[in-house]
């Protein structure tokens, strides 16, 4: 008899270190990179694989899903940001 062991989804992933605060310059142009997420998953084979999301409440920011980059995909105004 054979018995296989798959492993399970059961280690959460983690980022690593996180910045308190990112500054970006506000001639930051649409589809500038402005910080990349890093995190790990110390499972194995399909469960290892992540997907980044979040959200950007005035639509400046996107991030990709598979890469963990964050880019400006609208123009930055601080003046307009601080009301």
């Given at each position: 008899?054979d018995?296989?062991?798959a492993?399970?989804?059961?280690?959460?992933?983690?980022?690593?270190?996180l910045?308190?605060?990112?500054?970006?310059?506000?001639?930051a142009?649409?589809?500038?990179?402005?910080?990349?997420?890093?995190a790990?998953?110390p499972?194995?084979?399909t469960?290892k694989?992540?997907t980044?999301?979040g959200?950007?409440?005035?639509?400046?920011?996107?991030?990709?899903?598979?890469t963990?980059v964050?880019?400006?995909?609208?123009?930055?105004d601080?003046?307009?940001?601080?009301?």
């Open positions: 008899m018995i296989n062991i492993d399970a989804n059961d280690n959460p992933p983690f980022f690593r270190a910045p308190q605060t990112i500054l970006i310059s506000e001639s142009l649409p589809g500038m990179p402005v910080y990349t997420l890093i790990d998953d499972d194995v084979g469960n694989v992540l980044y999301a959200n950007s409440p005035e639509g400046k920011f996107a991030i990709n899903a598979k963990g964050i880019t400006t995909i609208g123009k930055l601080y003046e307009k940001q601080q009301k």
